[in-house]
């Protein structure tokens, strides 16, 4: 159902305001308007220009919180906010400290990984690194060559150039090494193999020793900083570890103390002359039962005034949509919320949504062993996560099982339990004029019937709620329509059942008064709402309209009513598709395969529940929602979530 809300206002004394967020507006749901943009009448109001104090320390809790474990979960609330501020300022302290010799320490990771980048492809090499550098009668040159263009440097090298060149790594783009070559030839050599593409790289003379060990010793010196830099993080661990309660607790409350000062933003401010006390003003709507708690619990508050507004239509916009439905309906909200929430003046279709989904799907798909399953499986779902969508299969499933007695069907034998009501491929009924048909085709189309008219029923109600006469009383879901449906189907089910039908006056009457109805709807509705428009569009356009939208309104009749034919059909379905799983594992034969059986059971379940599940969701969009229910209502957002809290 729908939670009846109230429009409030709140003031005190401006330095006042968190302590009312605190005391008051923690315990009860309010969603908080613009009270500048509300409170159009009030003079002198201002907005806050505070700035939020508790981010900063909020921003470092939360950070510190995503580096404890998840093993530990205590939490220390006691503390006051001094206490609290203070510990997040030397726990932020340290950690800045560590993390600042843990940037260091990769910091020379990082080096000591680009020097051994240099020396790695040099490491085959068999020469004294700081001997070679140092020669004073030649010059060593180090570098890389394209692998295209070593061939050709080969060929240089054995016919003409006076230099030896030593190989180190090759991969498939370069060949890595160096060249010796005499002071007196340097520069001719050094030019040949600039022009072959000779990069040069340059090799620190700090190593001694080969190359192999000169990367032997840069890999000491990366791993003893990568343990450094281990130890850091296990003290960073330790200091989060140490404080863990604390800063959780931290966490929690300087989330309520930043929240609470943030209301500030739809928050006004009215400022008294004469160095008198500035007030501060919040309003929003809240439910009628929080209402009377809150007045009660503030009426000894010399520092809070509350005024609640009976008259909304002076504020802007309807009052949000606060849904409250008892636990077993809950998980159905989520259908509901997903089509859009009720306004404030329409009928909360959860309770309706909840009965109806789960009896047509027990009856689409009624078996007792697959229903059972549905609901183990969506209940232990429900209850570990919180899922809705898995609360809704649990209870569809209970209908399941419901219906699989009353079919005598389990896990798709037929034989084992005897039916309560009938088998649906087996059970036919003779029908005047339409001769022999199914039973529970004939049963869908009743229920049909009867659900049109109940939603018709829900029609007249929201269009009493929201005083709109001209659907109330001429819409084809009106009482009109009412009429004409109700004395239709009452003279088929007189008809059928072999009674006498209704006269040719009841008829005219019964039938042709309401298409009348139907017909001049929109004149009507003006005279009743005592709205004088001028016919814009002339006589005979109006009458072409006319037709043609009675001819839609009676095709939707036909069609709202034919397509429940579809719970029949499903139910019917599921009788064929598990004879089909049951002759495939040989048991209709008397040599069952287990595991066939089990897989088929489990395709089955899964596939025509999944399909079933939507048949009836698309049964409650298109030929119930859309005879009764806008869902135009915005949804109610509080302050503080009561739901969250606990």
């Not at 394209?146 to 080969?154: F, G, H, I, M, S």
Request: charged fraction near 25%.
């Amino acid at each position: 159902m729908i939670v009846k809300m109230k429009f409030l206002s709140i003031s005190g004394p401006k330095n006042d305001i968190d302590r009312v967020c605190e005391v008051y507006l923690s315990k009860y749901e309010m969603q908080l308007e613009n009270a500048a943009a509300e409170l159009k009448t009030t003079d002198n109001l201002q907005p806050f220009v505070e700035v939020n104090p508790y981010k900063e320390p909020l921003a470092k809790a939360e950070q510190f919180n995503a580096l404890l474990s998840d093993e530990d979960q205590r939490i220390d609330a006691v503390m006051n906010q001094d206490d609290m501020l203070s510990l997040i300022r030397d726990v932020n302290h340290d950690y800045l400290d560590l993390v600042e010799k843990k940037e260091l320490t990769k910091k020379q990771v990082d080096e000591y990984k680009e020097k051994l980048l240099i020396m790695e492809p040099f490491r085959t090499l068999e020469l004294d690194m700081q001997k070679s550098l140092k020669y004073k009668y030649m010059k060593v040159r180090f570098g890389r060559v394209d692998v295209n263009y070593y061939k050709r440097l080969e060929k240089y090298l054995f016919d003409d150039l006076n230099a030896v060149f030593i190989e180190g790594i090759r991969n498939e783009n370069y060949v890595y090494g160096c060249y010796f070559v005499s002071n007196a030839d340097s520069s001719k050599v050094d030019s040949v193999f600039n022009s072959l593409h000779f990069e040069r790289i340059a090799i620190p003379s700090e190593y001694i020793g080969t190359p192999e060990q000169a990367c032997e010793e840069l890999e000491k010196e990366i791993e003893e900083k990568q343990k450094e830099i281990a130890e850091i993080e296990k003290q960073i661990r330790e200091l989060m570890a140490k404080n863990a309660a604390k800063l959780r607790g931290a966490k929690r409350r300087l989330e309520e103390l930043s929240t609470n000062f943030d209301v500030r933003k739809l928050a006004a401010r009215i400022e008294e002359g004469d160095n008198k006390e500035d007030y501060y003003i919040l309003c929003g709507w809240m439910g009628e039962e929080d209402v009377k708690k809150f007045l009660a619990e503030s009426k000894n508050d010399d520092k809070v005034f509350v005024v609640v507004e009976e008259d909304k239509e002076k504020f802007f916009g309807e009052p949000p949509t606060k849904l409250k439905n008892p636990r077993f309906f809950k998980p159905f909200e989520m259908f509901i919320r997903m089509y859009g929430l009720p306004a404030n003046d329409e009928i909360d279709p959860t309770m309706f949504v909840a009965l109806t989904y789960t009896f047509i799907f027990g009856a689409m798909f009624g078996d007792v062993g697959q229903g059972l399953c549905l609901f183990v499986f969506g209940g232990l779902l429900y209850l570990s996560k919180k899922i809705n969508l898995a609360g809704i299969i649990s209870i569809a499933g209970l209908f399941s099982t419901f219906f699989g007695f009353m079919f005598g069907s389990i896990f798709g034998f037929e034989d084992v339990i005897q039916a309560r009501w009938l088998r649906p491929v087996d059970a036919m009924t003779n029908l005047p004029f339409i001769g022999q048909l199914n039973t529970v085709f004939v049963v869908a189309i009743a229920f049909g019937m009867g659900l049109n008219i109940l939603v018709m029923i829900f029609n007249v109600i929201n269009a009493v709620k929201s005083h709109d006469l001209e659907n109330m009383l001429f819409s084809h879901n009106g009482i009109a329509g009412l009429v004409f449906y109700g004395f239709l189907v009452l003279t088929i089910v007189l008809y059928m059942t072999g009674h006498k039908v209704p006269g040719n006056i009841m008829m005219v009457i019964f039938l042709g008064v309401p298409v009348l109805l139907f017909v001049f709807k929109e004149p009507l509705g003006n005279l009743v709402t005592k709205q004088h428009k001028k016919m814009e569009e002339g006589k005979v356009m109006f009458f072409v309209q006319a037709f043609f939208e009675l001819f839609e309104t009676m095709l939707s009749y036909f069609s709202n009513t034919i397509s429940y034919v579809r719970i029949g059909a499903f139910a019917v379905s599921h009788a064929a598709m598990m004879e089909v799983v049951l002759m495939l594992s040989g048991a209709s034969a008397g040599h069952t395969n287990w595991i066939v059986f089990v897989l088929g059971n489990v395709l089955v379940c899964g596939l025509e529940g999944l399909v079933v599940g939507i048949q009836v969701l698309r049964l409650e969009y298109y030929e119930m929602f859309s005879r009764f229910y806008k869902g135009t209502g915005r949804e109610f957002k509080p302050f503080h979530s009561q739901s969250d809290r606990n």
